[in-house]
């Protein structure tokens, strides 16, 4: 005799526990036979017009429906919290983890058997992904889809990249306010997230690495017919996996976590991949660190010649063969026997791949940037703990570097005098941007890539080596050192710089060093008092109180691990 499914210990309860179930249901308009004992699938969205890149998942989520009833399921769909990053205040990240705890209370409470989620802009995706891994129901993501390509006086143009220069050309006087408007409107022409490799569309790619997503879904335009197709499927094979009980802790292994890393490193993805990819892992209990970031992918070069790092966009990406292609290049360092989302395994869903367009694409014997060109891990007596700098949207000349700092307390100090002519700045300077981290703004903000200054820049100048605790939006570029572990807030080295110290960093040799003598680092250290939470009340004085270190993934120390799903005992 086959095990009741979960929900039917809401709708096929005896007595006043099953009416008060069934009953309130059945005012939505829904007949006796949807209480028959078929899979009850979760629709989660995080739709909100508060959260444009989400805007469309109204959509999308009909669509789902109607995958879900062809297979025989009954599907109830139910928001979550949105996080827009281009809206929200200070940060998304600062509701990461408040997300991934409503949902996941949302789901555990509720008479559902597996789950569909529905993400897209940055912070959506990770935070569901951990909701459900805690949960351990069957699950498949949906990531939203990437805008078209952003179109600005006969050349393309990537959202958020475009931003980044257009604020540079604002700040040395080349453009105006009035052209801002314009390339605005040109950068943001459909629904859906940056169709740069930002974070929204590195972590599409990367769910899809780990295999919790169906093959192509990443890469679909969120205006593309087979983006809603792909929804439609995404419907039907969620009421299979309940059946086959497949659960994100059979998916989730460390192969799977190893396959995303590469994957990241291959499509050029952004660092905040990082820390999500640690939340995730922390969640199913599977050990990861930010040194696998390095070492698991010193044998990969970066494939995908997209923005920031490069010249084309997503929508070019989908076209010449999407993350599948990149994974087939990839050869032997992925993993082929990790099981993924459509049953099948990671060889399989890539066996028959192909490269349509090798300028987007690249070989593996002659890729876009070689070898060593992703993310990597930096150590030294600035950052114990880790920092991490994406080298492929680094300047070379700044890799190996050795120059003053100037240190800003936070990132207002440093705006309020960006632009000033007499600024004791020059093209060697270290700016270090620091109270940036998960304690310190609150958050870990994405402030660290703060523009060049204008004086720089009036000398020719268009990169120097920036340092911060906080985290630079993935559609951003430059030679910024993130991440740096203890934050500034927790008493870590970065504290204790000061303007005129010396700052070394070598990036081949992962080293970061703050070259002053050990007893007077010391001394600095004994002088340093650690802030009282500065929050009197809610979700921030919860968060600071609670958050880990980036390199352990910025989730709330209480919330690592998973419960499991609650099933109510005797129908109440």
Request: hydrophobic share 40%; aromatic share 6%; proline share 5%.
């Amino acid at each position: 005799m086959s095990t009741p499914r979960r929900s039917a210990s809401w709708f096929g309860a005896y007595g006043r526990a099953g009416m008060t179930a069934r009953s309130w249901v059945k005012n939505q308009g829904y007949s006796d036979e949807v209480f028959d004992g078929r899979p009850v699938i979760g629709i989660g969205t995080t739709w909100s017009e508060l959260a444009p890149c989400n805007a469309h998942q109204q959509r999308i989520a009909e669509s789902v429906k109607r995958g879900v009833w062809q297979a025989g399921g009954f599907p109830l769909e139910f928001p979550n919290m949105a996080l827009g990053e281009t809206l929200m205040r200070p940060t998304t990240m600062l509701y990461r983890n408040l997300l991934a705890m409503q949902a996941e209370e949302t789901i555990r409470a509720n008479p559902l058997d597996g789950l569909v989620l529905l993400s897209g802009c940055d912070k959506t995706t990770p935070g569901l992904l951990m909701a459900a891994s805690s949960v351990d129901l069957p699950a498949v993501m949906l990531t939203g889809g990437p805008m078209l390509n952003g179109k600005y006086r006969g050349t393309d143009i990537g959202s958020g990249t475009a931003v980044w220069q257009a604020e540079a050309d604002l700040v040395a006087g080349r453009i105006d306010q009035e052209e801002c408007y314009f390339i605005e409107g040109c950068m943001s022409r459909s629904n859906g997230h940056c169709m740069t490799m930002g974070t929204a569309s590195t972590m599409a790619c990367v769910v899809e690495a780990l295999g919790m997503q169906l093959p192509y879904a990443a890469s679909w335009p969120a205006v593309d017919a087979r983006r809603y197709a792909t929804a439609q499927q995404t419907g039907q094979r969620i009421v299979e996996m309940v059946s086959e009980d497949l659960k994100p802790s059979d998916i989730l292994t460390r192969e799977a976590f190893r396959n995303a890393i590469r994957a990241n490193a291959a499509i050029g993805g952004s660092t905040n991949a990082v820390v999500h990819l640690i939340a995730i892992a922390k969640r199913v209990g599977v050990e990861l660190t930010v040194d696998d970031f390095d070492l698991d992918t010193r044998e990969v070069p970066t494939l995908v010649n997209l923005q920031p790092s490069g010249k084309f966009l997503m929508e070019d990406f989908c076209y010449a063969g999407g993350l599948p292609a990149v994974l087939k290049e990839l050869g032997a360092l992925v993993d082929r026997e990790a099981i993924t989302v459509n049953g099948k395994t990671m060889g399989e869903n890539i066996a028959d791949a192909e490269v349509h367009n090798r300028e987007v694409i690249t070989s593996f014997d002659e890729p876009f940037q070689a070898v060593g060109t992703g993310t990597a891990v930096l150590r030294g007596s600035l950052a114990p703990g880790g920092a991490v700098i994406k080298q492929s949207a680094a300047s070379p000349r700044l890799l190996v570097h050795r120059g003053t700092a100037m240190v800003f307390e936070d990132v207002d100090e440093y705006y309020a005098v960006c632009k000033d002519d007499d600024l004791d700045v020059d093209e060697n300077t270290v700016l270090v941007v620091r109270n940036a981290g998960p304690k310190g703004y609150p958050g870990m903000p994405e402030v660290a890539n703060v523009p060049v200054p204008k004086k720089v820049q009036d000398a020719g100048f268009d990169d120097i080596v920036r340092i911060s605790d906080g985290r630079m939006s993935g559609t951003a570029y430059g030679t910024v050192v993130l991440h740096v572990t203890p934050e500034a807030a927790a008493g870590g080295p970065l504290a204790f710089v000061r303007t005129g110290d010396t700052i070394s960093i070598d990036v081949p040799n992962r080293r970061l060093d703050l070259e002053i003598p050990d007893e007077e680092l010391q001394r600095r250290q004994a002088e340093w008092k650690d802030p009282d939470n500065p929050y009197e009340r809610g979700w921030q004085r919860l968060y600071y109180d609670h958050v880990l270190q980036a390199s352990d993934g910025a989730d709330l120390d209480f919330l690592v691990g998973k419960s499991g799903s609650y099933v109510p005992r005797d129908g109440h």
